[in-house]
C-alpha cells in the first residue's frame, strides 16, 4: 500500500521557474525522502528530512516538514530541462529503514 | 565502484509460467531490499533481508513470491504459475546498515517483467 500522495499528479513548467510539489502522508515517520526516477527506472535518492527537522537545502532543492499536518514539500528552484522525471516522496519509521513511497509527481520542464 | 545490478533487465513470459529476477547488491551492503512497481505508482515494498535471512517479507503479495539470499550477496526473487496482474518493474535496492542510524538505499535499474 502507498503511505503518501504527491500532489499534483503532474506538473508542466518553462526552463528556469521553480517546481514545488508537495507530499502527504497518514502515519507518524522517523525520516522523509525525496527520489527522483528517470523514464520509469533508476530511482536517485535525492535528499532524507528526519522528523525533528523542519526545513533542509541540497544545492537546487529545498524540502520541509510539518510532522503536524503530516506533510512536506519539494521545491526546486531555476529548473532544468534534465530535472524532467518523477518525483516520489518516502517514508520510514525507522529500524531498518522499511521505505514507503508516494505516488509519485510527474514533473516535465520545457526548454 | 559499481552499483546495485539486475538481471535480466527485461523479462516476458507467459501467464503460467515461472520466473527468477536476480539482483546484485552493493558489494559490502548486508541489507536488501525488492520493491515492485506498477505503471504509474510508486514503489511497494516486497521484502527485505538482512545478510542471508528475510528480516520482513510482509510485502510478498502471495505465496507464489519467493526470494533468497543464500550466501547474503545475490539475491533472487521467484515467481510461481506467473499472471497477468504480476507485469511490473520489479526494483532491488541495498544499503549498508550501521547500528540504528538512516542509510541511504542504493537502486538498480529494475526488470521489467511482463506477462502475457
Known amino acids: 500500500s502507498q503511505q503518501g500522495e504527491e500532489d499534483p499528479q503532474a506538473l508542466s513548467i518553462q526552463e528556469g521557474e521553480n517546481a514545488t510539489m508537495n507530499c502527504s502522508y497518514k502515519?507518524?515517520?522517523?525520516?522523509l525522502q525525496w527520489y527522483r526516477q528517470n523514464s520509469g527506472r533508476g530511482l536517485v535518492h535525492l535528499i532524507l528530512?528526519?522528523?525533528?527537522?523542519r526545513e533542509k537545502h541540497s544545492g537546487r532543492l529545498r524540502v520541509t516538514l510539518d510532522t503536524s499536518k503530516k506533510s512536506s514539500s519539494l521545491l526546486i528552484t531555476a529548473s532544468r530541462a534534465a530535472d524532467t522525471a518523477s518525483y516520489f516522496c518516502a517514508t520510514d519509521r525507522g529500524g531498518y529503514q522499511k521505505v514507503t513511497f508516494g505516488t509519485g509527481t510527474k514533473l516535465q520542464v520545457i526548454p | 565502484g559499481a552499483g546495485v545490478s539486475q538481471t535480466p533487465s527485461n523479462k516476458v513470459t507467459e501467464k503460467g509460467k515461472y520466473v527468477e529476477l536476480r539482483c546484485d547488491p552493493i558489494s559490502g551492503h548486508t541489507a536488501l531490499y525488492w520493491y515492485r512497481q506498477s505503471l504509474g505508482q510508486g514503489p511497494e515494498f516486497l521484502i527485505y533481508f538482512q545478510g542471508t535471512g528475510a528480516a520482513d517479507d510482509s510485502g510478498l503479495p502471495n505465496d507464489r513470491f519467493f526470494a533468497v539470499r543464500p550466501e547474503g550477496s545475490v539475491s533472487t526473487l521467484k515467481i510461481q504459475r506467473t499472471e497477468r496482474g504480476d507485469s511490473a518493474v520489479y526494483l532491488c535496492a541495498s544499503s549498508l546498515i550501521q547500528g540504528a542510524s538512516y542509510n541511504e538505499q542504493f537502486f538498480g535499474p529494475g526488470t521489467r517483467l511482463t506477462v502475457l
Open positions: 528530512i528526519r522528523s525533528n527537522e
Open positions: 502515519t507518524s515517520i522517523n525520516n
